[in-house]
């Protein structure tokens, strides 16, 4: 799964935060449709993950707008509305770019998925002392999408670390901070094609490479782009990775096809959406599966292979 951010963000010294705090059931919603929106002055969004004393049902979901977007709380009523959500709190104020890094790195610990200890870039040295058996990945989301700890991450990332992707060539479709991508060849893939039509995410996957000097960074190609990109076909991967939304998966369904990957996992998908991905691949099929939280992902191969 991805955010939204719509431009550089290098030059803004300032955001309008909207917050809004929500079930989970209707936070879940509203991300799904947010990924699935262009949402005019919406830079980005992050999940608070840890807050002391909040209830474990209810989320606390922060967007930020273009500072001179005098009707944020309105678009973000309007997506509530729209999704059914009974019962929110929302607040808005204007907070400066410092004010936005030091709320995020707030909220956001080391922790390990599997095989791979992720540690936040500004924590680097200071590494839980259970790590020392992890793989450890440096990274610093910023507002692209992929701090590792939704569901649909974790499970990718438990995947590559189950199944082993050692020497395979990988597309990361939708690459958010990079986080994927980098795992993976921390993990020893033999080469990684990173793609998302966002250039924050771009940006955020190219620093995050630098944070960890020990990946090689001739083996990770960073473009900007959807699925029109002619090196989906070029590259020639063994494994496709796709952490994006149902809605974004079945767009580009012909796309995908034609491309002819031998291997696809597929996440960012709801549970009861399984079966609807399932069948829109008629030339794949289902090999493995994983779900976490209601969220799942599906491993399709190709008939006639593996």
């Keep these: 799964m991805k955010g939204n951010p719509q431009q550089s963000l290098k030059d803004l010294e300032a955001f309008t935060e909207i917050r809004i705090d929500l ?28 807050e002391e004393g909040r209830r474990q049902d209810s989320s606390t979901l922060f967007f930020y707008f273009d500072p001179e977007d005098s009707e944020a709380a309105i678009k973000m009523e309007l997506l509530l509305e729209v999704i059914g959500a009974d019962t929110f709190a929302i607040q808005e104020k204007l907070i400066s770019k410092k004010e936005y890094l030091e ?31 992890k793989s450890i990945l440096y990274l610093d989301p910023g507002l ?88 989906l076909s070029s590259f020639n991967a063994e494994i496709f990775v796709g952490n994006l939304t149902a809605n974004i998966i079945l767009g580009a369904k012909d796309r995908i096809q034609s491309c002819r990957f031998p291997r696809m996992v597929m996440t960012g998908i709801l549970s009861e959406q399984k079966n609807e991905i399932i069948s829109a691949f008629e030339n794949h099929r289902l090999k493995s599966e994983l779900e976490d939280d209601g969220w799942c992902l599906l491993e399709l191969v190709k008939d006639g292979s593996i």
């Excluded at 079930?23 to 992050?46: K, N, R």
């Design 144 to 231: 692209a999408f992929g701090t590792g700890l939704h569901p649909t991450t974790r499970m990718c990332i438990r995947w590559f670390c189950e199944q082993g992707v050692r020497d395979l060539r990988i597309i990361d479709a939708g690459c958010g901070s990079g986080i994927l991508s980098l795992a993976a060849l921390l993990l020893g893939a033999r080469a990684v094609l990173a793609f998302d039509i966002e250039s924050n995410a771009v940006r955020a996957t190219q620093q995050n490479l630098a944070l960890n000097p020990g990946i090689d960074s001739t083996r990770l190609s960073i473009l900007q782009g959807g699925f029109e990109l002619a090196e």
């Design 23 to 50: 079930s989970q059931e209707s936070a879940q919603a509203l991300v799904m449709l947010v990924d699935d929106s262009t949402i005019p002055g919406l830079e980005g969004y992050f999940e608070t993950l840890y």
């Design 103 to 133: 709320s995020y790195k707030e909220h956001y610990r080391a922790f390990s998925i599997a095989c791979v200890g992720i540690v936040p870039s500004w924590k680097k040295g200071e590494e839980p002392e259970d790590f020392k058996d």
